[in-house]
T-cell receptor
Framework: DAMVIQNPRYQVTQFGKPVTLSCSQT?????MYWYQQKSSQAPKLLFH???????NEADTPDNFQSRRPNTSFCFLDIRSPGLGDAAMYLC????????????FGPGTRLTVL | GENVEQHPSTLSVQEGDSAVIKCTYS??????FPWYKQELGKRPQLIID?????GEKKDQRIAVTLNKTAKHFSLHITETQPEDSAVYFC??????????????FGDGTTLTVKP
């Protein structure tokens, strides 16, 4: 089945130790999004790609970066995780980016010790 | 940018009753309004959406209404069942000239359906 896959599902890292989360999709969608979701809150958009065009949200910390080497894969790099970065990280895709349904991956739960 | 407000933040209903969740948005350019359901520990999933060229859309027990003049839209769930218990997020997506659209999410409504 076509889907959005995230690895790992659970990630534990130490304060300040870089971590990379990955997302892959078999939907062949143009747009990929990274969201941060903290408990009982709405998903917060960090950045998104339309094909290779990168779009950063104004309030996304510099600590967060992203790479999209090809259509199928997208990575979220957290250079120096702080305790406040502990959250669920959701990857999503959409077909065109213009007012279309977003398909979410299962998320990666990040714990920072 | 777009601002979406969602009410109520929590909603508890008896099984079989109806549930209504309301959202308002600020950007008159928004033209796509999806509703996502997120069960505990799971990913958000689209349950229904509406575009600005229609005022109402229905899918079995779920319906969404849109009032573009007043900039608000609502989710209606009839004959609620315990499996409807989840967090529901509304969202609004403006049409931009760039190709990448984004959805701004409301803060969510935790719906509890009591058996």
């Amino acid at each position: 089945d076509a889907m959005v896959i995230q690895n790992p599902r659970y990630q534990v890292t130490q304060f300040g130790k870089p971590v990379t989360l990955s997302c892959s999709q078999t939907l062949n969608h143009n747009v990929m999004y990274w969201y941060q979701q903290k408990s009982s809150q709405a998903p917060k958009l960090l950045f998104h790609y339309y094909d290779k065009d990168f779009n950063n949200e104004a309030d996304t910390p510099d600590n967060f970066q992203s790479r999209r080497p090809n259509t199928s894969f997208c990575f979220l790099d957290i250079r120096s995780p702080g305790l406040g970065d502990a959250a669920m990280y959701l990857c999503a895709t959409s077909k065109t980016g213009r007012a279309n349904e977003q398909f979410f991956g299962p998320g990666t739960r990040l714990t920072v010790l | 940018g777009e601002n979406v407000e969602q009410h109520p933040s929590t909603l508890s209903v008896q099984e079989g009753d109806s549930a209504v969740i309301k959202c308002t948005y600020s950007d008159s350019a928004s033209n796509y309004f999806p509703w996502y359901k997120q069960e505990l520990g799971k990913r958000p999933q689209l349950i229904i959406d509406i575009r600005s060229n229609v005022g109402e859309k229905k899918d079995q027990r779920i319906a969404v209404t849109l009032n573009k003049t007043a900039k608000h839209f609502s989710l209606h769930i009839t004959e609620t069942q315990p499996e409807d218990s989840a967090v529901y997020f509304c969202a609004a997506s403006p049409f931009y000239n760039t190709n990448a659209g984004k959805s701004t999410f409301g803060d969510g409504t935790t719906l509890t359906v009591k058996p």
